[in-house]
């Protein structure tokens, strides 16, 4: 794996990275993250007692169109066609609160690590700014790539708590 940012030309100026020479693989990302609040706000959000509404729906649908978005957000992004995105959000009284999954796919040249991440991150704001009339100590936090596939840079995962990376011979050689 090369030392050299991808991002940043010879002469430090910002640049989006050429992949057109890449070869087209599917690829898979997994982020997660969660947001704590009081166990009555989360009480409130499972029984549907927020004014706002659907609390939980509401930001699974913003998790895809974030996911969708993300290029138009993400300044050096690239825009990807995904041809699918899952999102599971889980409440979890022993935090209180939820935990976020986003994963995204495709089948490209370049990763959708940033579509998983974006989709993660505004399903927790969506459900932060449903509930917080309610609740405005809400955290969010432990946002981060769990999974990744596809490439050449190998996989990684840290989804059984332990960090694993394999890197193929061509990325490890350079």
């Known amino acids: 794996m090369s030392d050299r940012l991808t991002h940043v030309g010879d002469s430090g100026e910002a640049k989006m990275v050429d992949v057109s020479a890449k070869d087209e693989t599917k690829r898979v990302a997994k982020a997660t993250g ?3 609040m009081k166990l009555a706000t989360l009480s409130a959000i499972v029984n549907a007692q927020i004014k706002k ?3 939980l729906g509401t930001a699974r649908i913003a998790a895809v169109m974030a996911a969708k978005k993300t290029s138009d957000l993400i300044p050096l ?5 995904l041809t ?3 999102v599971e959000l889980i409440a979890d009284e022993s935090l209180p609160g939820v935990r976020a999954t986003v994963s995204a796919t ?3 040249r370049t990763g959708v690590e940033m ?3 974006t989709g993660v991150s505004v399903a927790l704001l969506t459900i932060y700014d449903m509930a917080k009339a309610m609740d405005r100590e809400m955290e969010i936090s432990d946002i981060s790539v769990a999974y990744k596939s596809g490439g050449a840079s190998g996989e990684f995962s840290r989804l059984d708590g332990q960090v694993r990376a394999s890197y193929p011979e061509s ?3 350079g």
């Open 53 to 55: 509404g659907d609390v």
């Open 77 to 81: 992004c690239h825009p990807i066609a």
């Open 171 to 173: 990325a490890s050689s």
């Open 34 to 36: 969660m947001i704590r």
């Open 115 to 117: 579509e998983a991440l």
């Open 106 to 108: 495709t089948v490209g």
């Open 84 to 86: 699918d995105v899952q």
